[in-house]
Structure formats: structure tokens, C-alpha cells
């Protein structure tokens, strides 16, 4: 009999859990297993916020993929998918054949959602990848290094501005409020003409969040010197900055540096092959699988699931991505071997830690609340879980976070 074809897509925190824990459930007799992603390594997105920053080397966010697959079992190509043809079974991609698949995982990942705002795509930055955190970095410092040396000074080159007040915006500020003294003491900067401000739709920051552990946060940012613009939405970013809008005024913040943090999406090739989706993102069948394509696995953040007791869609999180990947792992081995029972998705939320900072963090991890010292510990076990999940001892010891505060 013809081994099945499974093919994964993305070698982000699903797409890695499935092949790992796939790998070590079938054997090299049982199915071919290809793994397809744009880069040969795989990012830790949650650490970008560190990268973009300038505070976390951006080598020391990323992995070799061929450190944590078994090329006995698993094939790598490096390329990237442009369209799936769900009628034919077959992946487009960039460089390589079409290839051809019994399975498909789709593990894509997030994009950048602006939200047809104009000027953003073309002006403001956003923390998508490894490269996109790197130019953010390499841009502030450029900033920097151009304001020390102009004769005629522009202040507003050191204004930045971060849109978005979400986990990603706070953790950016965080990292941001640690490396900005230190680019002051490089390039000859007084402190007093830097500006961080944060933009923000919602009456509050972090939304949905614990009220005490947000006014924890607002506290810390804003004795670092971030300046809150809460109730306040980007309407159009330009070459010169921001137009933001409060209570219908309507206000112009010149800015050498604009991040958008407000906003992911699942993939555009989850749009481009006609899937059922909103924003890139397949709301998926308790098993994992696309409306009407039992054969394809979506997880991750291309992946949309309500979650029953808020009647709110999961937010997309590395957490309930690695979950899944788990998962669809299982039922992949249940569909290969033709035995078993397919197991239906759960997600096991365990809680959620908001990094301030390399010493500081706000969380609320199995019910319980903390904050400070021993928030920021707990960031660092979770961090190191991931690759231990991934890549087990070796890749922690590789690339784990052990200098604890
Ligand atoms: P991704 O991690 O996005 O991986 C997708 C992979 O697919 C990447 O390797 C990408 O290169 C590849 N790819 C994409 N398109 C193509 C293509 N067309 N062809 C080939 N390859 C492609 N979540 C948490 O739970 N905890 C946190 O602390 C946390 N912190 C975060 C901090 C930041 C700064 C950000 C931005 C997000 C954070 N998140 C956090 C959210 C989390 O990062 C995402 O939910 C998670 O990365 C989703 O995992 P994924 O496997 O779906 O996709
Ligand atoms: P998000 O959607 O959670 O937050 C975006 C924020 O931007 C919201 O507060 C929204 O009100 C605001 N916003 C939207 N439009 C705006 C506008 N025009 N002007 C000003 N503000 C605007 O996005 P995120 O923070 O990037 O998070 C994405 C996902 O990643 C979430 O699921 C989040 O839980 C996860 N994440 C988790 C962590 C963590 O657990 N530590 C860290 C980062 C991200």
C-alpha cells in the first residue's frame, strides 16, 4: 500500500509540535512526512518584542529547523506557499513542484493586520518576523545616530510611537523603556528629548485584562517615561508620524519611529485558496480540520475557535498553538494507522505572563495573580518550556533564558 503523503506548512510553534511529536509516533514505513517554511530556522515570535528592541540578539531568538526534526523521517524544503489547491491536493509553491498531499497540516502563522488603515503599510513599522523586529531596531538606532550628528536637530526623530496598548505593544514598551537609556549614553542623547508613546483604541490598556495588574503596568511604563494616549485611535499614519483621533479631535504626533502593534491575522494563502476564513483564520471542526476538507489540519494562528463559555473566539497565542499541534499529531496517527479515534481539541489554558522588561512582569498563571520578580521568573520558565516542548534539554540548553532577572 502507498505510504500517505503528509504535508505541514510553516515551521512556527504548530507546525514544529506537530512534526516533532509526529516523528517520534510513526515510523519511516508508515507515512512521508515534508515539512515546508520560508526560512531554514524557526523564530520564537514570542520574543520578537526582545529583537525588535534591540535588547535580545536577534540570533538569540531563532533555531536551526534541522536541530529538532528527525531527517530520517522528516523532509525539509525551504520555500515559500504561495496557494493551496485544495481540489487537486497540491501546494504552490515559490521555487520548488507543486507538491502533493493525503494530509495537510496548514500551520502559516500571523500576519500584520492594519485594517486598511492609509499610510501604514508604507510608513509604520510592525513585529511580524525576525527581519521586521531587526529593522525596527536598526531603524531607532538609526535615528539615534542621525539626531547626534545633524547640525540642525529634529526632536521628533526620537519620538516613537507604539500603536496598540494589546500583550504585544505593553511587552515591546517594556524592552523599549530598558534600551532607550542605554542608546542615549551610545550616541550622546539627552534622555529629555526621547518620547515613547503608546496609542491606544480601547478606554484601557490591555483590555479584557486584570484591572489591577494593567494600573501595575501603567504604573512601571509610565515612571520609565511612556506616555499613555488611552481612547485614542490611529486614524493614518504618514512619512512624519501619526493623526489620531479622540473624541472626534483630531490630533497630529510627528514621529521618527511608528509600530503597529494593533493588530494579526492568520496567512493571506489561507484567503488566496478559498478556505472558509475571516482575516486568515479557518474556523476549524473540533478535531482540528477545515470545513468540508477532512484531509487538512488547520492550527495555530490560522486557526479560529470559540471558545464555548465567553462565546468569544481563543485568542491566538503560541500557547494554544503548540496545544494544537499536539493534537493534530494524534489524529494524524489515527488517520495514517486507520486506528483509534480522533480526539477532539481542548484547550489547557494555563495562564498568561506579560513581560515589562527583562526584570519585571504582570500575569495571571492557574487563577492566581503575580506580578514583579517572581512574574518575571515565571516569563522565563514559560520561555524555556516552548523549547523544551520543541527541542527538549538540548535546545534549552542551546537557547534557553537563564540569567533570571
Ligand atoms: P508562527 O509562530 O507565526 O509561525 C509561522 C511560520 O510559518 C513561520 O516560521 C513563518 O516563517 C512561516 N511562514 C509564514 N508564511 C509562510 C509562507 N507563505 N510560506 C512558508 N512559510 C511561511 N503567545 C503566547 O502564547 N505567549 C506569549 O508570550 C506571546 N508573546 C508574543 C509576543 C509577540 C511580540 C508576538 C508578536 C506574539 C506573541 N504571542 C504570544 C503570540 C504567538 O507568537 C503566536 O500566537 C504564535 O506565534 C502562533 O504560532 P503559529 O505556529 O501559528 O505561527
Ligand atoms: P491585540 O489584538 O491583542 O491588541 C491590539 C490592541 O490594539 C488592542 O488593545 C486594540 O484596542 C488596539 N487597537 C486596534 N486598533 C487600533 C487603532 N487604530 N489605534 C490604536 N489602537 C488600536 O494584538 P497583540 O497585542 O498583537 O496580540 C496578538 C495575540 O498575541 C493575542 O492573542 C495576544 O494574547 C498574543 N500575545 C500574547 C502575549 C503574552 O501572552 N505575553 C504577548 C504578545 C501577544
Redesign the pocket.
Known amino acids: 500500500m502507498k505510504k500517505p503523503n503528509v504535508v505541514v506548512?510553516?515551521?512556527?510553534?504548530?507546525?514544529?509540535?506537530t512534526v516533532t511529536r509526529l516523528q517520534k509516533m510513526i515510523g519511516v514505513n508508515e507515512a512521508s512526512i515534508t515539512l515546508?517554511?520560508?526560512?531554514d530556522?524557526?523564530?520564537?515570535?514570542?520574543?520578537?518584542?526582545e529583537a525588535?528592541a534591540g535588547t535580545l540578539h536577534h540570533e538569540r531568538v531563532r533555531y536551526a529547523i534541522a536541530d529538532v526534526i528527525d531527517q530520517s523521517k522528516v523532509k525539509f524544503i525551504q520555500?515559500?506557499?504561495?496557494k493551496i489547491n485544495l481540489e487537486q491536493k497540491q501546494v504552490l509553491?515559490?521555487n520548488h513542484e507543486p507538491l502533493t498531499y493525503d494530509y495537510l497540516v496548514v500551520?502559516?502563522?500571523?500576519?500584520s493586520e492594519t485594517f486598511g488603515i492609509k499610510g501604514l503599510k508604507e510608513h509604520a513599522f510592525s513585529?511580524?518576523?525576525v527581519n521586521a523586529?531587526r529593522q525596527i531596531r536598526e531603524h531607532i538606532e538609526y535615528q539615534f545616530a542621525t539626531y547626534s550628528t545633524e547640525e540642525e536637530k529634529r526632536d521628533e526623530r526620537l519620538t516613537i510611537v507604539v500603536g496598540g496598548a494589546g500583550?504585544?505593544g505593553i511587552?515591546?514598551l517594556g524592552e523599549l523603556v530598558n534600551r532607550v537609556p542605554e542608546l542615549c549614553r551610545e550616541y550622546d542623547v539627552d534622555p529629555n528629548k526621547v518620547r515613547i508613546i503608546c496609542v491606544e483604541a480601547a478606554p484601557t490598556v490591555l483590555p479584557g485584562f486584570d484591572p489591577e495588574l494593567v494600573e501595575y503596568a501603567v504604573n512601571v511604563l509610565e515612571k520609565k517615561g511612556v506616555e499613555f494616549k488611552i481612547g485614542t485611535a490611529i486614524k493614518e499614519c504618514t512619512p512624519e508620524g501619526i493623526i489620531v483621533s479622540k473624541d472626534d479631535q483630531v490630533e497630529e504626533i510627528k514621529a521618527g519611529t511608528v509600530v503597529w502593534?494593533a493588530g494579526?491575522r492568520g496567512?493571506?494563502?489561507i484567503d488566496e485558496s478559498g478556505f472558509e476564513a475571516m482575516r486568515g483564520r479557518v474556523k476549524v471542526d473540533p478535531f482540528l480540520r477545515a470545513p468540508g476538507h477532512e484531509d487538512v489540519f488547520v492550527?495555530?494562528?490560522?486557526?479560529l475557535m470559540i471558545n464555548e463559555e465567553t462565546n468569544r473566539p481563543y485568542?491566538?497565542?503560541?500557547?494554544?498553538?503548540?496545544q494544537q499541534?499536539e493534537v493534530c499529531a494524534k489524529n494524524l496517527a489515527v488517520l495514517i494507522r486507520g486506528q483509534g479515534e480522533l480526539q477532539p481539541f481542548k484547550p489547557d489554558l494555563k495562564g498568561?505572563?506579560?513581560?515589562l522588561g527583562h526584570d519585571d512582569a504582570i500575569g495571571v498563571v492557574f487563577g492566581k495573580k503575580i506580578w514583579g520578580t517572581k512574574a518575571s521568573v515565571m516569563?522565563k520558565v514559560?520561555?524555556n518550556r516552548a523549547l523544551y516542548l520543541i527541542g527538549g534539554p538540548t535546545l534549552v540548553a542551546k537557547k534557553g533564558k537563564f540569567k533570571l532577572l
Open positions: 506548512l510553516g515551521a512556527g510553534y504548530g507546525g514544529l509540535m515546508v517554511n520560508k526560512n530556522y524557526h523564530y520564537e515570535s514570542t520574543w520578537l518584542h525588535a520555500d515559500t506557499v504561495e509553491l515559490q500551520a502559516l502563522g500571523f500576519e513585529i511580524a518576523n523586529a500583550f504585544t511587552e515591546f502593534a494579526v496567512s493571506r494563502v492550527v495555530g494562528d490560522c486557526a485568542p491566538p497565542t503560541a500557547q494554544i498553538a503548540m499541534g498568561t505572563v506579560c513581560s516569563k514559560i520561555d
